[in-house]
């Protein structure tokens, strides 16, 4: 089969073996794929796949089932299904455990859905079950414009909170108003500790940033708040204020979803199947696809990411339909 081949630095079209199908599993022929910034970090040699899935890069897959394996009931050859993957979504061909499988609900297509699992269930993941976000708590949310940032905004507002949220210029702050950011603070102008504290402070901050947000954090985070540390932008050391974290009795927890069992993954595709995407479906929360990238221009696509570019999900399509 193709799939997108990594030689050194560079990415590009190539051949690689089609993946067999394993009871539980279905094989999707793939039309539609997300791109995360899990993605680039393995691609730069930074965040290798967990023992036992592809190592081609993709964690996010929307297609036609092509084969089912062994005791699998509910899925049959042809369904238009989508789902996360430990890897492997860049290829014409990838399996997907049903446990994490989904059926494309009427009205949406193989991009729409392609741009979903890795963002919402990460958002799902660390603002409910780690967070434990309530309605009426405070909320912030570092790096709104991109993919979980605009996913993580939607769902917290959702759950009826205040939410504040960090994007670079006026064109972000703008999509994160309308994905209903109560406050918007650009972090190339303002210091976003020094507004966020003004306003209230918060309860709760998804920081997909790292490095020297830090001390920041701590410093708008209120009484018994939360820090849940998702990326590392911003690099990987910091300074923390130990005062303040005994004092203010503040918690720092670091998340990743992809080395995560799959009884987790599994309790996070069944939120997303039943809680949000009969909302998504009818357009209460919103699709957030920048662009889509035919996946021989893979390398473009993930330079536009890298460049921060994107408002949003971006896409690779596999196969034109």
């Known amino acids: 089969m193709r799939a997108v081949i990594q030689t050194k630095s560079l990415l590009s079209l190539g051949q690689a073996e089609q993946p067999q199908v394993q009871a539980g599993q279905l094989l999707i022929q793939v039309y539609a794929a997300g791109i995360n910034r899990a993605d680039l970090a393995q691609a ?16 996010e897959v929307a297609g036609v089932v092509s084969a089912v394996g062994e005791g699998v009931d509910g ?61 009426g708590q405070r909320v912030l949310i570092h790096a709104g414009a991109s993919g979980v940032g605009a996913a993580g905004i939607q769902l917290a507002k959702h759950l009826g909170a205040w939410v504040a949220t960090t994007a670079g210029g006026a064109l972000k702050g703008e999509f994160c108003r309308q994905l209903g950011a109560d406050l918007v603070v650009d972090y190339q102008r ?17 920081d997909g940033v790292g490095g020297d947000y830090l001390a920041k954090n701590q410093a708008c985070l209120n009484m018994d708040g939360q820090i849940v540390l998702i990326g590392l932008l ?88």
């Open 234 to 321: 911003r690099g990987m050391s910091a300074e923390a204020n130990l005062g303040l974290l005994l004092m203010k009795r503040q918690r720092i927890t670091g998340s990743t979803l992809r080395a995560q069992p799959l009884t987790i993954k599994a309790e996070l595709a069944a939120a997303l199947r039943e809680k949000l995407l009969p909302l998504i479906a009818i357009g209460d929360l919103k699709i957030t696809i920048d662009c889509i990238f035919d996946w021989e221009k893979v390398a473009e696509a993930h330079q536009y990411i890298t460049e921060s570019r994107n408002l949003g999900k971006v896409v690779l399509g596999i196969i034109n339909y």
């Open 44 to 59: 730069a040699g930074r965040y290798p796949p967990p023992a036992g899935d592809s190592p081609i890069l993709g964690l």
């Open 75 to 135: 899925f049959a050859l042809g369904d238009q299904v989508f789902g996360l993957v430990g890897g492997g979504a860049y290829a014409e061909y990838c399996l997907l455990e049903t446990s994490l499988a989904m059926k494309i609900p009427a009205g949406l297509s193989f991009t729409d859905v392609a741009s979903l699992p890795e963002a919402w269930m990460t958002a799902w993941f660390n603002l409910v079950k780690i967070g434990g976000l309530k309605a």
């Open 190 to 206: 303002d210091d976003f500790a020094v507004i966020v504290k003004e306003a209230g402070g918060v309860d709760l901050i998804l």
